[in-house]
């Protein structure tokens, strides 16, 4: 049995590790969380001696093979509550990310294999984030972003790797969700931003981080 705490903790390590060429360090597992750095070193020794984690400062921070299966399970969990709260009750998408982040920690062993039962087996959540199955195994995540995709391609939205209240409903108030069609007219060289047509609509001004932000199939 972990702490709320450790859970949060070993979760924020397993999303850094999804990032390609991010070295785990605490500096990077503070700024995750908002958490003191002096107060990541006491965790990162307490997760150490559970044997959750290996450290060196060389390599940085990397999950064990047990560390990884319990960081799977609470995304599992955090995931499954986002699609039962988006699609059961009623919340929009930008609201159930803080009350999963709740729901994640309780531990009955069988309560997310029943909850994705109910479900119908969702294989992503309402932000287009694989949702691990209860071997481990998971779709692939969607990775390339509108702002990597050539002027004049019209692509589909699959996902936000910004799941913040302010971008998901900056995203409404474009009539974007998962699914939404976008296409390339422009890309303005003066400071990377990109001028789009959503659903075939006028052309909009998004900037590069807007874009870097969306993920898209």
Known sequence: MHTLSEENYLKAIYRLSQEEGVKITPT??????????????????????????????????????QGRKDAVLIVRRHRLWEVFLLEKLGYHWDEIHDIAEELEHISDTTLADRLEKFLGFP????HGDPIPQANGKMAKPYSVSLADMQTGTTCQVAAVRDTSSAFLQYLLKLNIGIGTKISLEEKISYDNSLVISINGNDNTTVSQKFGENILVE
């Not at 559970?50 to 400062?57: G, P, R, S, T, V």
């Not at 294989?123 to 309402?126: C, K, R, V, W």
């Open 28 to 65: 990077a597992i503070a700024d995750s969380l908002g958490n003191n750095p002096a107060s990541v070193v006491d965790m990162i020794r307490k997760l150490t001696d559970k044997q959750l984690i290996a450290y060196d400062k060389k390599s940085g921070v990397s999950l064990t093979t």
């Open 123 to 126: 294989e992503y959540d309402p």
